[in-house]
T-cell receptor, first 109, second 114 residues
Framework: GQNIDQPTEMTATEGAIVQINCTYQ??????LFWYQQHAGEAPTFLSY??LDGLEEKGRFSSFLSRSKGYSYLLLKELQMKDSASYLC??????????WGAGTKLIIKP | IAGITQAPTSQILAAGRRMTLRCTQD?????MYWYRQDLGLGLRLIHY???????GKGEVPDGYSVSRANTDDFPLTLASAVPSQTSVYFC?????????????FGPGTRLTVL
């Protein structure tokens, strides 16, 4: 079966750094996405990785290791507005997105 | 219209009733998708369409049908609603159904079936 695992909830302090991990087992791999979803709102795109390595985009970075079936999202200089759920999703061999349940990130002052 | 819209925003429906959730995008995207999101579960694909005139089944298609008569619209119909279809429904679109194209999401429809 296909499976995406990520922690259910994490807590971090404003101004700090947090790393949200995602491991996956899917039928084929055509890339991995990270989305942000604030409570009661729609998911919005953060990053896409298809090759191994680190992609940096401002305060957010995303890493991929295809051999390990592993990715992480790194958030630096945390702000209160970063409190949200972070969704990991893998594009499988049929180009369908398989979604993790999301990690709820709580930022404390 | 800017982006992708859904209607209604929320709905309470009696079990057994028929309901159509509407989705419209103005980005001329080829691919469109319907997901449901339930607490503790990831987004689950119900149906998709890679281009106007074609549709496909996702992970949880039972009890739902879709049509794609044109590029912009992708309605989702519940023929006879059941309480297990209580969920938040998101419509999404992307430039292509193949390849690493980001999906853009509508604001969602919160559906309660009693």
């Amino acid at each position: 079966g296909q499976n995406i695992d990520q922690p259910t909830e994490m807590t971090a302090t404003e101004g700090a750094i947090v790393q949200i991990n995602c491991t996956y087992q899917t039928s084929g791999f055509n890339g991995l996405f990270w989305y942000q979803q604030h409570a009661g709102e729609a998911p919005t795109f953060l990053s896409y990785n298809v090759l191994d390595g680190l992609e940096e985009k401002g305060r957010f970075s995303s890493f991929l290791s295809r051999s390990k079936g592993y990715s992480y999202l790194l958030l630096k200089e945390l702000q209160m507005k970063d409190s949200a759920s972070y969704l990991c999703a893998v594009l499988d061999s049929n180009y369908q997105l398989i979604w993790g349940a999301g990690t709820k990130l709580i930022i404390k002052p | 219209i800017a982006g992708i819209t859904q209607a209604p925003t929320s709905q309470i429906l009696a079990a057994g009733r028929r309901m159509t959730l509407r989705c419209t995008q103005d980005m001329r995207h080829n691919a469109m998708y319907w997901y449901r999101q339930d607490l503790g579960l990831g987004l689950r694909l119900i149906h998709y369409s890679n281009t106007a005139g074609t549709t496909g089944k996702g992970e949880v298609p039972d009890g739902y049908s879709v049509s794609r008569a044109n590029t912009d619209d992708f309605p989702l119909t519940l023929a006879s609603a059941v309480p297990s279809q209580t969920s938040v429904y998101f419509c999404a679109s992307s430039d292509s159904g193949t390849g690493g194209n980001e999906q853009f999401f509508g604001p969602g429809t919160r559906l309660t079936v009693l």
